[in-house]
């Protein structure tokens, strides 16, 4: 695959404050790549300086094989940006912001601004200033769009917009992804990016600490397993298997409930030798996944 970012050492300090520090990334085209971290971690900044609005303090980059500073304004035409702190004119309509922004990218997006506009149920002729805060939401995704990038930066893209919304939204982002284009999300909605996207990196005290498919995440978390059995088991012989981290009996014995990580193959093998009357699992959340990269925080303490 052709990585659409690629950054080595990337390094921000505001004067001696860590923004990000020493960012290894590789984005694939074609990708959802989901960004996750609590506020503070280098999210945000990451991004600004992938997009240079900030200039880096060590460090080197590329968007779509070209230098992130030298190369800035063609990065920023090829790019639909959505930034987490969005500001708009508020005199403006929606249709007069939009078609500002299309007129310097030199591009006519009259049609898929409609077309937008139209999934969304944002009325363009309105002046932004009277918009709520997930109807100036709804612009500034319009606008990211719009211009059909190769390339998607959103920054918390779906704050402020309705269930419904977001779900239309999730409805995009697949559709972008099947045309081959590559998206770079962060959010802070988790449930979210475990739905959209393909890879994930967990950011911690400004670094980059994990990077893997989503999938692989789970498989290194806990599922959950609880087997319902017509007579009373013994637990112990399922407590020495291979990744039952623990186990919990109910009933008098008939009821276990059964914490694996990794696979649960040695589990359903074990439960086989019995008379099962239910069996139900239960995959970790990549929330469970991205709070236990913080654990070590909070036992260190």
Known sequence: MTPVIETSGLTKFYGTTPGIIDLDLCVEEGEVFGFIGPNGAGKSTSIRVLLNFLF???????????????????????????????????????REFLTYFANLRKVDTQREMESLADRFELDLDRKIKDFSTGNRQK???????????????????????DPLMQQEFQNLINEVRTEGRTVFLSSHILPEVDRIADRVGIVRENRLIAVDSVEAFKAK????????????????????????????????GSTLTITVIGSVDAVIKEAAKH???????RDSELEEVFLSYYAVDADAS
Request: negative net charge.
């Open 275 to 281: 008379d099962v009357v239910s069996i139900s699992t």
């Open 56 to 94: 880096p303090t060590e460090g080197s980059g590329t968007i779509l094989g070209l230098d992130i500073i030298k190369d800035s304004i063609e990065i920023r035409s090829r790019t639909g940006y959505l930034p987490g702190d969005l500001s708009m004119y508020d005199t403006m309509t929606a």
């Open 221 to 252: 978390a806990h599922s959950t397993v609880t087997i319902q059995f017509s007579t009373a088991v013994d637990d112990t012989t399922f407590a020495a298997l291979d990744g039952v981290h623990s186990t919990e009996s109910r009933n008098g």
């Open 139 to 161: 612009v500034g995704v319009v606008n990211a769009f719009m211009h059909e990038p190769e390339l998607l930066i959103l920054d918390e893209p779906t704050a402020g917009l």
